[in-house]
């Protein structure tokens, strides 16, 4: 190689090298600022899971404190003032304040708690809402009128929703209540003969209906 290509590549190399460092100089920042942005999201990450865990450590310090106290009624009124953070935590909330408003007597007041989750805020899983109507209904029986406890299972009792068996024996005790006999033991039968029925269900229901007269329908198979 002559001494004339060594110099001429010698500055060709130079000037990649200038051009290298004017980029650098101007747009160095951009890589600069891309690895803040992912160091600080990371951090950001991982402060939102520390606040999320502290959040849920506060609640449950809460829910404890609240459920040891003497006696039902005095849980129930330590559940009902506790200001929770989360919608989640607000639905095991106040199933936990009816529960124990019902365990001290007080059906109104749990019925209504419940009502109040059923007809709630929006954001609320469905199935609380459905498990939350079912429970309110079942609490308050003949108090409240066949044809309202009717309306509110059925609206639980379409098939292949979560609770649609345990309202139809619902609705057939008020079908009995309205001396509809007949209409209870063809939804009982309807329960038995469901894929999804429990064991437990089907032997209530099966016990119903011969109580009304009736053979369950599994006795013939």
């Known amino acids: 190689m002559s001494d004339t290509d060594s110099f001429i590549e010698e500055v060709t190399e130079e000037v990649r090298r200038d051009k290298l460092f004017a980029l650098l100089r101007k747009y160095g920042w951009i890589g600069v600022l891309a690895v803040l942005l992912i160091v600080g999201g990371a951090g950001f990450k991982e402060w939102q899971k520390a606040q999320a865990r502290a959040e849920a450590e506060a609640t449950g310090d809460m829910l404890f404190a609240a459920v040891e106290k003497n006696d039902d009624a005095a849980r129930a009124e330590a559940l009902s003032a506790l200001e929770v953070p989360s919608q989640e935590a607000e639905v095991v909330v106040d199933l936990l304040t009816a529960a124990h408003q019902l ?47 009717r309306v509110r299972l059925e609206s639980l009792a379409t098939p292949g929703a979560p609770l649609a068996l345990l309202a139809e024996e619902q609705l057939a005790l008020v079908d009995i209540e309205d001396g509809n006999t007949e209409a209870a033991i063809e939804r009982l039968q309807g329960v038995i003969a469901d894929a999804a029925v429990t064991a437990g269900l089907r032997r209530r229901a099966s016990q119903l209906i011969v109580a009304l007269g009736g053979t369950p329908q599994a006795a013939n198979q």
């Open 103 to 149: 365990a001290s007597g007080d059906k109104a007041a749990a019925s209504a708690t419940l009502d109040g989750l059923a007809g709630g805020d929006a954001e609320t899983l469905e199935i609380y809402r459905q498990i939350a109507l079912f429970k309110s209904v079942v609490i308050q029986g003949a108090a409240m009128p066949s044809d309202e406890r």
